[in-house]
């Protein structure tokens, strides 16, 4: 019990920035609800003073302010009655309209500002989150927890938590009603309300389920779409499009049969509540009828009662609608709070210091590294003296990526400690570091903008003469003015509209203008024909000036003339030393380049 609710706590703690609003809004349902149970209750001088000139006859004691005020009615004529209620119930319905108005509008603005503020939260997490978690995460999943499972919160707070507040203060004047005029046949009718809560609570577990594992399903087709549409060359050239419709049928079929036990669960609350609430109706109306039949109370207050009774079903049935929302919604607020709850990998020190800039040396002391328990480095003990051009070469899988993400701190040893002029990178803050590095890999990352944004990614400060010298050291220049709006050409999603090399000396130019002493190389040429090589290669060149250089590197060509190579095997450092000295050492390093040499 206590675990349900928190769970509504939880949900409900979004609306705490707007609790003011809210305020506003509940006491403006909490008026509306008196208004319907004022506008029901001129069922009593209409019916019998009205269009029968009857007395008004309530069977039970009335405070004096109440009994003279019937007396009064009882007093006036007809007609002269007919026309004070006319004006006063046209004076009721605008201002219960305008109200109703009111308190939907702040209702629905406070729900929408919830899913920007819970939308903002969720991607300001994830981009918070480290590395390892995107290596987890399915990309179709996060879309889905970012842009769907906040609707779902939204649904509950503008229209689910409206329907419990303004139905239920209307369950509570209407029972007051009812108990009012007769309490002995209100406390029997009210006998048979358990008999609408329980289908209420029971199918609204399952729907908290089921909607649970739509999610998840919502989360599959998302992730299926953004494989297929990134992968789209592949699926083309392997011919697998029918392959990829089947498997979308497959999972949008087990979507479309979740949602509709969803919906079958949801729709069966209405006949249920309504079947009951009529069997109640009728068991009144017999017993009440006696009572107005025996002249013990007037046909306009039973009237009032008999439609104060049946105007409980509406409320339940909403409100009953409204949980099934909530349930929906808790589960939704579950995956949110999975990913609001989760504690990055890579964190600063509460007292983290600046690095200030490199110009010594990085060190790795006895580094050791495991992913999923699997070793990829191990022992590593290296020094790498400022102003150095190093490579980093090895077999596939030896670690040689991975060295370089544990310089970017994008993930952190499980034993040892890498220093940058003495300072331990865990001991500094992860702005200070990462501003002093520059990478450019081999799978390059554009963004879907102009040239000019791309480019100054490395630096958004930089002006557009920074922005040209940048892309002519980065040999990107004479193709950037040949494009329709030159820099502010938009090169498309993941820079498409430009070849390989183009993109390639983009991430260079963005990687230069970001002017860090340090700069990380990730096989930048691999995948890139000969020509393309050469123009990228002679770019990287200028790049590397004046900078500490750690490459890694697949074609071995590429680092004849680094300082020092260090070769990989196995996650271990099994050779060191210049070109020449690895290849009179006769050892992996030559047996490596020996093979690409024949292969040319």
């Known amino acids: 019990m206590s675990k349900n609710i928190n769970e509504y706590l939880k949900v409900l703690k979004f609306i705490k920035p707007y609790r003011g609003l809210f305020v506003i809004a509940a006491l403006l349902m909490l008026l509306s609800s008196i208004f319907d149970g004022v506008s029901l209750s001129m069922i009593i001088p209409l019916a019998d003073k009205v269009l029968t000139n009857k007395k008004i006859i309530i069977p039970v004691k009335l405070p004096y302010f109440l009994e003279r005020f019937i007396q009064n009615i009882n007093y006036t004529e007809p007609l002269k009655l007919l026309n004070i209620l006319s004006i006063f119930i046209l004076v009721l319905f605008l201002l219960k309209g305008l109200i109703n108005f009111l308190q939907s509008y702040i209702m629905s603005d406070i729900g929408q500002r919830i899913m920007r503020d819970v939308r903002m939260k969720l991607y300001a997490k994830i981009q918070e989150l480290s590395l390892d978690y995107f290596t987890r995460a399915r990309s179709g999943e996060i879309v889905s927890r970012i842009f769907n499972d906040p609707g779902y919160l939204e649904n509950a707070l503008s229209y689910a938590l409206t329907d419990f507040i303004y139905e239920g203060s209307k369950v509570v004047i209407f029972t007051f009603l009812i108990f009012f005029i007769n309490f002995r046949l209100a406390f029997v009718s009210l006998v048979i309300l358990p008999l609408v809560i329980y289908p209420i609570i029971r199918i609204g577990k399952l729907l908290k389920k089921i909607s649970k594992l739509r999610q998840e399903k919502l989360a599959d087709i998302n992730t299926l779409v953004v494989e297929t549409i990134t992968g789209a060359k592949i699926v083309k050239a392997f011919c697998r499009e029918n392959h990829e419709i089947g498997r979308f049928h497959q999972h949008n079929y087990g979507f479309y049969k979740i949602t509709m036990k969803s919906i079958k669960r949801a729709l ?5 509540t309504e079947f009951i609430g009529v069997l109640a109706g009728v068991f009144i109306f017999v017993w009440a009828g006696k009572e107005v039949i025996a002249e013990r109370m007037s046909f306009g207050v039973f009237g009032l009662f008999l439609g104060s009774l049946l105007s409980l079903l509406r409320p339940f049935k909403k409100i009953s609608q409204a949980n099934a929302l909530f349930q929906q919604a808790l589960a939704a607020n579950n995956r949110i709070y999975e990913v609001l709850e989760l504690k990055p990998s890579i964190y600063e020190i509460p007292q983290a210091k600046e690095l200030l800039f490199f110009k010594k040396e990085i060190v790795f002391e006895d580094v050791w590294f495991s992913y999923n328990h699997a070793p990829v480095l191990r022992e590593i003990n290296l020094k790498i003296k400022a102003g150095e051009v190093i490579a980093i070469v090895g077999a ?18 499980q034993k040892g400690r890498i220093l940058i002029d003495g300072c331990d990178i865990k001991e500094v803050s992860l702005l200070s570091l990462r501003r002093q590095i520059g990478i450019v890999t081999q799978d390059t990352i554009l963004f879907n903008d102009t040239v000019r944004a791309n480019i100054a990614y490395g630096n958004p400060r930089a002006t557009l003469d920074e922005i040209e010298e940048a892309a002519r050291k980065a040999n990107a220049l004479d193709f950037i003015t040949k ?10 999603e993941r820079g498409m509209s430009l070849s390989g090399g183009e993109r390639q000396r983009i991430a260079i130019a963005r990687a230069i203008i970001k002017n860090p002493p340090i700069l990380l ?10 020509a393309s090589e050469r123009i990228v290669q002679q770019a990287l060149e200028k790049a590397m000036i004046g900078r500490t250089v750690i490459m890694v590197a697949h074609r071995l060509s590429t680092v004849r003339n680094c300082n020092r190579i260090i070769v990989l095997d196995k996650g271990r450092i099994v050779e060191e030393g210049t070109h020449q000295q690895l290849i009179e050492n006769n050892g992996l390093y030559k047996r490596l380049y020996m093979m690409q040499e024949c292969l040319i």
Request: proline share 7%.
């Open 521 to 530: 190389l990730d096989e930048a040429t691999s995948q890139l024909d000969s």
């Open 483 to 492: 494009l329709p709006l030159r820099f502010d050409t938009i090169i498309g």
């Open 396 to 413: 596939s899988g030896a670690g040689k990526s991975t060295f370089l993400e544990l310089i970017l701190r994008l993930y952190d040893p």
């Open 268 to 272: 069966l609350l209405n006949p249920i």
